[in-house]
């Protein structure tokens, strides 16, 4: 038995009216279904893209919907829309993971210098390579093994250090293995990493394991808990950013982290004002600064401002930023796609249709890999396919470079 709704409305609309019909309020159906209001909020309005189908089904409960085409109108929406295919080298990093060390390794300790040398080789493939996440497969699955027997063995000449490692290498596997679907790995990996981070006592290595567990709480829609970590981070560098330019530039990663998780709440006041704070820290970076990890440096301050603006659905100012950075200066070809994504998004929400298609192919042209494995993409590129005439040659081949269609 369907609900007769507009077929107009999108599937956040249709949540929030079937919320409304049956009398629950955001917070009673958010907490039935383990997430925040917030959350909830921004499904209903459309700042993020629709809830996977397990999600769906859990709302649907809830709501006393029967037929799913309640919540999703008469648009297909198979699973494979909201999970990202999975990297061939996806089991064998996971795998490498998974059989990490519980406890002290045995046998001959690694050479902290030879895990350092990997590291850095790693970390220089995935911003210099367009297929950064192939390189990662290729060099994850031994960067894995190394750095974790050396964190744990008794007798590595420098612990701690093998342990800041440790820490950055779990990071780049969050890098490889997001938006592929994989959830779990992505939790397994940031919290270990933040956890490992700890025990090495170094705050640079705690605000990069913190940065990347809030990009992960922020892309599951926890909003409260991306907050509070990010908040606890800004605290614990706040009294220590003058000493390094590496711990200024974690104290700035965090509170770009508060500006963007606030823009996505749409809390417009608190968003600039984080933004405006870690602006203001980030120009003091030397001029040539650049953290790997994050893309922390003096020239992302319009990068940050075009994603704060979108999220605010601020179009004129997004683009205002745009404007203040050519994407060819960013050294980072992941970091160079993505903020190719973001400006395309601020143009799709006003429909520029021929804007976003050139935007996107120059994005896969900066890192293939990038676009095909986000979720705001394959959205513009779906939008694109239902387009006119005009781009329509170009979605085709938009599709087939994101891995919407074989």
């Known amino acids: 038995m369907g609900t007769q709704l507009d077929p107009s409305l999108s599937v956040g609309e249709r949540i929030q009216v079937l919320r409304e019909r049956s009398g629950k309020s955001r917070a009673v159906l958010a907490g039935l279904v383990g997430r925040s209001e917030g959350w909830l909020k921004a499904v209903e309005k459309g700042r993020l893209l629709p809830p996977r189908l397990p999600m769906?089904?859990?709302?649907?409960?809830?709501?006393?919907?029967?037929?799913?085409?309640?919540l999703l109108g008469g648009v297909s929406l198979p699973t494979s829309l909201f999970c990202g295919s999975e990297h061939p080298a996806l089991p064998v990093v996971r795998r490498a993971v998974d059989t990490a060390p519980l406890g002290p390794s045995v046998g001959s300790a690694p050479d902290v210098e030879h895990v350092a040398a990997a590291l850095a080789a790693a970390w220089r493939s995935r911003i210099t390579r367009g297929d950064h996440r192939t390189a990662l497969g290729e060099a994850l699955p031994g960067l894995v093994a190394c750095a974790s027997v050396a964190a744990s063995h008794p007798e590595c000449s420098d612990r701690r250090r093998a342990q800041v490692m440790y820490?950055?290498?779990?990071?780049?596997?969050?890098?490889?293995?997001a938006y592929q679907g994989d959830g779990n790995l992505v939790w397994r990996v940031a919290e270990r990493s933040l956890a490992t981070a700890r025990a090495s006592g170094d705050p640079v290595a705690i605000g990069q394991a913190a940065w990347f567990l809030?990009?992960?709480f922020r892309a599951a829609g926890q909003w409260e808990s991306a907050q509070t970590m990010t908040e606890e981070a800004l605290r614990l560098?706040?009294?220590l950013r003058r000493r390094s330019p590496e711990l200024a530039s974690a104290w700035v990663d965090m509170a770009f982290h508060a500006a963007i998780t606030h823009a996505r709440a749409g809390e417009q006041g608190d968003a600039?004002?984080?933004?405006?704070?870690?602006?203001?820290?980030?120009?003091t970076l030397p001029s040539t600064w650049w953290s790997a990890p994050t893309s922390t440096s003096p020239k992302v301050v319009p990068i940050h401002g075009v994603t704060v603006a979108v999220e605010l659905r601020q179009v004129g100012t997004a683009l205002g930023w745009a404007d203040k950075i050519a994407?060819?200066?960013?050294?980072?070809?992941?970091?160079?796609?993505?903020?190719?994504?973001?400006?395309?998004?601020?143009?799709?929400?006003?429909?520029?249709?021929?804007?976003?298609?050139?935007?996107?192919?120059?994005?896969?042209?900066a890192a293939p890999e990038t676009p095909r494995w986000n979720q705001e993409t394959h959205h513009m590129v779906r939008g694109l396919l239902d387009g006119p005439p005009s781009v329509q040659s170009v979605a085709r081949d938009?599709?087939?470079?994101?891995?919407?269609?074989a």
């Open 56 to 70: 769906l089904v859990k709302l649907a409960e809830h709501l006393g919907v029967r037929d799913l085409s309640d």
């Open 167 to 177: 820490a950055s290498t779990l990071n780049l596997v969050q890098m490889f293995a």
């Open 214 to 216: 809030v990009e992960a």
């Open 237 to 239: 560098l706040d009294p």
């Open 272 to 283: 600039w004002h984080w933004f405006d704070r870690a602006a203001a820290i980030a120009r």
């Open 327 to 365: 994407p060819e200066s960013i050294p980072a070809r992941p970091r160079r796609a993505r903020h190719l994504v973001e400006v395309a998004r601020a143009h799709a929400l006003k429909g520029r249709v021929s804007e976003v298609a050139s935007l996107l192919t120059t994005a896969i042209e």
């Open 398 to 405: 938009l599709a087939t470079a994101t891995g919407l269609v």
